[in-house]
């Protein structure tokens, strides 16, 4: 099993960009399907993206499209998201998650990594 830890979350004002990176432990990281999630205060978590590694196939949330980029490098078992055109809304602790390949169920969670966008 792999463990995830996310950093590059802070503080960006509407419209700007950032970028975020989840770096994993473990040999196994090429074997995960890997993806997104965001939870913003008094709101359930949500989907935002996901990188199966079955073909190299991203999924994103509607509101995202467009605007975020998820993005894996396995050669430093690193996933990233690329967020850019930032709005209020999207302020949230953004979570990391690892996936069985072709699974719909996380089997691994990060510790999370805020973000705030100011308006």
């Known amino acids: 099993q792999v463990q995830l830890v996310e950093s590059g979350g802070g503080l960006v004002q509407a419209g700007g960009s950032l970028k975020l990176s989840c770096a994993a432990s473990?040999?196994?990281?090429?074997?995960?399907?890997m993806g997104w999630f965001r939870q913003a205060p008094g709101k359930e978590r949500e989907f935002v993206a996901t990188f199966r590694r079955r073909g190299a196939v991203t999924y994103y949330a509607d509101s995202m499209k467009g605007r975020f980029t998820i993005a894996r490098d396995n050669a430093k078992n690193t996933v990233y998201l690329q967020m850019s055109s930032l709005k209020p809304e999207d302020t949230a602790v953004y979570y990391c998650?690892?996936?069985?390949?072709?699974?719909?169920?996380?089997?691994?969670w990060g510790q999370g990594t805020r973000v705030t966008v100011s308006s």
């Open positions: 473990g040999r196994t990281f090429s074997n995960y399907d």
């Open positions: 998650a690892a996936f069985p390949p072709g699974a719909a169920q996380v089997e691994v």
